[in-house]
């Protein structure tokens, strides 16, 4: 079994691959039953659309991979926390854990003032909050 350090290096690889591409730096995967089922690369610049936030573009490649959009007992570790929109998608498709790295002042899905990814004023249908766990290498 990997640990959440070997899954934080890898999203961290991303990252670098990101900047490297003029993307801002973030890299995401998905593991389920301790196997990555997706992974991706921030592209809001090379993609030249927003929405693909490496959180975001992470959750339509898992959807795609598993054939549902239901990621109950899924872990989604990210180099930052997930920005506001990111943390919609992650609520949405029930992901059940966050690892992140790196906080993010102001729109951080966790520590802002809008925290979609801990607060209980959601859609009903959309289930509990995900488990949060702030990586430190530690």
Same mark, same amino acid.
């Given at each position: ?56 573009? *992470?959750?339509?490649?898992? /959807?795609?991979? =598993? !054939?549902?959009?239901?990621? @109950?007992?899924?872990? +989604?570790? %990210? ?19 966050? *690892?992140?790295?790196?906080? /993010?002042?102001? =729109? !951080?899905?966790?520590?802002? @003032?809008?925290?979609? +990814?801990? %607060? ?19």
């Amino acid at each position: 079994m990997k640990s959440d350090k070997e899954y934080m290096k890898r999203c961290e690889e991303l990252a670098k691959v990101a900047g490297e591409k003029g993307n801002v730096p973030v890299g995401s995967v998905i593991v389920k039953e301790c196997e990555i089922i997706a992974e991706a690369e921030e592209a809001g610049k090379t993609k030249n659309d927003i929405t693909c936030h490496a959180e975001i573009e *992470v959750v339509r490649a898992a /959807v795609k991979n =598993l !054939g549902s959009k239901d990621l @109950s007992g899924c872990t +989604l570790y %990210t180099t930052h926390e997930p920005c506001v929109m990111c943390s919609y998608a992650i609520r949405f498709h029930r992901i059940s854990k966050v *690892v992140y790295l790196h906080p /993010v002042e102001y =729109l !951080g899905g966790i520590t802002s @003032s809008m925290p979609v +990814l801990t %607060t209980d004023e959601v859609p009903a249908h959309w289930g509990k909050a995900p488990e949060i766990v702030r990586f430190s290498e530690g």
